[in-house]
Each structure stands twice: as C-alpha cells, then as structure tokens.
C-alpha cells in the first residue's frame, strides 16, 4: 500500500504548488491592473507574468489585421462555447435589432473583397447567426476596487458563419445593453475604436458568467455535493468509486482553498472582477 500513498502525496503536493503559483500570479495581475490599465498587448502580457504566455495575444500582435477573425474564433475556442445559441426561426430578439444595413456595414469592414450573395434573412435561415446573451448580467451591482468604479454590461454579440468557411465565425454587431437606446447603441466592426470597447464588454460578460455559474457554480460546488455524498454513501471496494473517484480528486482542497481565498471577501476575484461572487 506504500506506493499508491506516496503517489497520493506527490499529487497532492502538485497541486497544493499548482494552487500556490495560480495564486501568485493572479494576486500580481490584480496589483499591476490595480496600478495602471495595459496600454499594449505587450503591457497586458506584464499582468500574467508566472502563468504561461498566451497565444492568442502572440497571434494578435503578429497579426493584427486578424483581430475580429480571432475574436469570432474566441467564442467556440474560449473556456465556455456554451454562450453561444444558434438563431433558428429566421429572426433576431426584438430587443436586438439588427438589420440588414447592419450587416452589410459589418461584411464590408470585415471582407473588403466583399462576401457576394450573403445577407442577414440569408444567413439566418440556413441557420448560420448565432447570439451570445449576457442577459444574466442586466442590472446587477458592481463593486470598487481601491477606490475605483468597476463596470460591466449585460452585452449581446451577434456573429455569423461566413459563406465561404474562411473562419469560423466572424462578428456582426455587439449591443452594450439589453434595451435598445441612444445609449446603448448598435455597434458594427465599422467602428472603430468603439467597436473594440464593445468588444471588450460582451467578452467582460461571457467571462463573468462563465466564471460564477458555469466555472464555480455548475462544476465546483456542485462537484463538491456529489463528492461528499459518494464518500458518505459508497464502498471503498464499490464499482461507482472506482469511476467516480479520480473525478473528486482534490475536489475538497480547491473548494476550500477558493472559499479562503479567491472568493472571499477582498479576495483575488473580488479585486479583479466587476460584480461581487
């Protein structure tokens, strides 16, 4: 029985360091954007110094002229494609409304060779729109941190599989809100600098809800539920255990470790993110 415990401790000292290195790196990303906002890619890079590069930043800083590709691209390769819901009934929410001139705006700034024979009532009945709804977000608190408002928005994004499967998806039009106004405008890749903060907001949404619902939520607490009863109520020697186990594995110590740290009160996620968890 020697071996199977010592390969126990090894695994748990792996991933008491793996808990200790997320925790230094993601307190010093909380610090440098505490002290300044990144200016570049480059600066940006400077906030997860400890954890591994990221190469969609590399991607993009060889590449920029593929921003809107990758960002479409980010949407099914990101942490969570499930915000994602394909438009299937040949119309857009009426909360939404975005309209063929729309399109066409965004197709002409994306493709400058012109994409012949696509439109919005085109795409949307071969089923090739697709939203992503933030609605989750739609009036909820946002925090400070050290002073300094923190903001988010309850963003829709919608994006389009091009004609020609170049990439993909590619975006169409993001909405910083869930009702249409003068201050929540439509806003298309035509835009500019105002099309990248939309950008930023709808992704600031998908990750927020990703990270309380989805990430901690749905995975971790409610693994914890199914741990704590299978030990209580399953044998050592029972089938189901043998399964289900090597899913629990450090289940209770990341659980407790995000309790005492990362989600508590004036914890790394309360510092970094807008809404409180």
């Keep these: 029985t020697a071996a199977p415990v010592q390969v126990g401790l090894y695994a748990a000292m792996s991933a008491v360091e793996a808990a200790r290195s997320f925790w230094d790196a993601t307190t010093t990303a909380a610090a440098n954007t505490a002290r300044r906002p990144a200016a570049s890619l480059d600066e940006y890079a400077d906030f997860t110094d400890g ?25 099914l390769g990101g942490p969570n494609p499930f915000a994602l819901s394909q438009l299937r009934d040949d119309r857009l929410p009426d909360h939404f409304p975005v309209r063929e001139e729309h399109f066409r705006r965004a197709l002409s700034a994306l493709c400058p060779d012109g994409s012949p024979g696509d439109s919005l009532s085109r795409a949307l009945s071969e089923g090739r729109i697709f939203l992503s709804d933030c609605a989750a977000l739609d009036g909820i608190a946002t925090t400070q941190n050290q002073g300094r408002q923190k903001y988010t928005a309850a963003a829709m994004g919608l994006f389009v599989r091009p004609l020609d499967r170049s990439t993909a998806l590619l975006p169409v039009a993001i909405q910083c809100g869930q009702t249409p106004s003068a201050a929540t405008p439509l806003f298309t890749p035509a835009d500019g600098w105002r099309w990248r903060m939309a950008q930023s907001f ?37 089938p189901l255990t043998a399964l289900l186990e090597p899913h629990f594995e450090h289940t209770h110590f ?10 508590a009160d004036g914890g790394t996620l309360d510092q970094l993110m807008p809404q409180p968890i």
């Design 51 to 75: 954890l591994e590069s990221i190469p969609l930043a590399q991607r993009l800083r060889e590449r920029p002229s593929e921003r809107d590709a990758l960002f479409g691209w980010q949407r």
């Design 202 to 238: 709808l992704s600031l949404g998908e990750g927020s809800i990703h990270e309380a619902a989805e990430h901690l939520g749905l995975t971790h607490l409610l693994v914890e539920a199914f741990a704590v009863s299978a030990r209580r109520n399953l044998a050592s020697a029972h």
């Design 254 to 263: 990341i659980n407790y470790t995000a309790r005492h740290s990362l989600i």
